[in-house]
Every structure is written in structure tokens, then in C-alpha cells.
């Protein structure tokens, strides 16, 4: 199975902060990785996919980078709606898996 | 409305069996590949199941394989979960995920409320 991990595990940052969030791979997934948001008691919400493309809706100050083994989120200026906690997926195989999450959290 | 609702969660016992629903609606359910994916409760995402559109290609995770069967009726626009021999360790949220059109490989771009399931004794 894909190992995904996800550093940090927690984030503390304030509004306008630009923020990275890293997500590497145990072997190499191509570009098929996915970021999802999700806050407390809702169900995550698809941000980015192939590792890079916005899904439609999702504020442009969000982007995705990265290939192979390591991959990048960054929220450019961080909006007091984007406090909650990110998880990456890889799909290049089956079982699908994803990372341990990355709590961000006001500073 | 584009939606999917979950039902048929609760408490079962150890060794126990539920069936899980997920109803779609506004869109063209057939054409979409589906997903059940998980959260324990306080964890992280755990993929469950996948189901292609037309049930040719169907896969499990390691933890769920031979005991959970995902199935789908795309006349009645609606994704099973028949989860047999539950464990404590099953409990969690339960989240329908739409998967990729005419299943092409992406993220899951629509999901559900979820429904919890509880096993215990």
C-alpha cells in the first residue's frame, strides 16, 4: 500500500498568512493526488486534483504542486473560513489512501 | 439539488450486519463512478470501497475486504454498503463520494452528510 504523510500535523497561522502544507508519497503516484478541506462535523470538500487543478467553486488562493513523491498545498492569504484541516489522497493505486491530516488552527 | 443522503446507520453488536444506503440526486447517477469512504470517530479519512459505473470494477480496503460488499442499483439512482461481521473498530462515519464521470481517475468531488455506525456491545 501507498504510505501518504502529511507535515505539519498541526499548523498555527493567522489571517493573511500564506500557508504550505506538504504531502509526500512512500512511492511514486504520478500526479494523482487529491487535497480535501474539511471542518468539524462536515464532510470534506474536493480543493484541488491531478495534484494541481482547482476544482471548480474553490477560491483561487488555493493551489496544489508537486509530482511523483511530494506535493504541495498553499493557501496564499489565509481567510478566516480556511481554519479547519486538510487531508491529501493519492488514487494512482489501489488502496486508495490518504494522509494523516494537517490541522490549521488560529495563531 | 445536486446531493447525495446516506442512510441506514446505528448501533449493531459485534459480528453484526447493516446496510448502508446513499440516494443520489440531480445528476446523471450511471455515468459516475462511487465511493464509500469513512472516519472514525476523532481520525482521519480511511477509503472504504469503490464501484465503477456499470459494477465491472470493484475494490476494497485491506481492512474491510471479505467482509463489506459495495454494490449499486443505477435504476434506482442509489450505492449499497452490506457490511457483515462489524467490528468495534468499524465505527465511524460513513461517507458516499461521488468518484470520476464515466470513471475517469480524479478526486471525489461530491459527498455525502454521513451516516454513523456504532458497533458495540
Same mark, same amino acid.
Given at each position: ?31 494523482? /493526488? ?12 474536493? /480543493? ?60 | ?30 455515468? *459516475? ?23 465491472? *470494477? ?42 470520476? *464521470? *464515466? ?19
Amino acid at each position: 500500500d501507498i504510505q501518504m504523510t502529511q507535515s505539519p500535523s498541526i499548523l498555527s497561522a493567522s489571517v493573511g498568512d500564506r500557508v504550505t502544507i506538504t504531502c509526500r508519497a512512500s512511492q511514486s503516484i504520478s500526479s494523482w /493526488l487529491a487535497w480535501y478541506q474539511q471542518t468539524p462535523g462536515k464532510a470534506p470538500n474536493l /480543493l484541488i486534483y491531478k495534484a494541481s487543478s482547482l476544482e471548480s467553486g474553490v477560491p483561487s488562493r488555493f493551489s496544489g504542486s508537486g509530482s511523483g513523491t511530494e506535493f504541495t498545498l498553499t493557501i496564499s492569504s489565509l481567510q478566516p473560513d480556511d481554519f479547519a484541516t486538510y487531508y491529501c489522497q493519492q488514487y494512482n493505486s489501489y488502496p486508495w489512501t490518504f494522509g494523516q491530516g494537517t490541522k490549521v488552527e488560529i495563531k | 439539488e445536486v446531493q447525495l443522503v446516506e442512510s441506514g446507520g446505528g448501533l449493531v453488536k459485534p459480528g453484526g450486519s447493516l446496510r448502508l444506503s446513499c440516494a443520489a440526486s440531480g445528476f446523471t447517477f450511471s455515468d *459516475y463512478s462511487m465511493n464509500w469512504v469513512r472516519q472514525a470517530p476523532g481520525k482521519g479519512l480511511e477509503w472504504v470501497s469503490s464501484i465503477s459505473t456499470s459494477d465491472t *470494477y470493484i475494490y476494497y480496503g485491506d481492512s474491510v475486504k471479505g467482509r463489506f460488499t459495495i454494490s449499486r442499483d443505477n435504476t434506482k439512482n442509489s450505492l449499497y454498503l452490506q457490511m457483515n461481521s462489524l467490528r468495534a473498530e468499524d465505527t465511524a462515519v460513513y461517507y458516499c463520494a461521488r468518484g470520476g *464521470y *464515466y470513471d475517469i481517475l480524479t478526486g471525489q468531488d461530491l459527498w455525502g452528510q454521513g451516516t454513523l455506525v456504532t458497533v458495540s456491545s
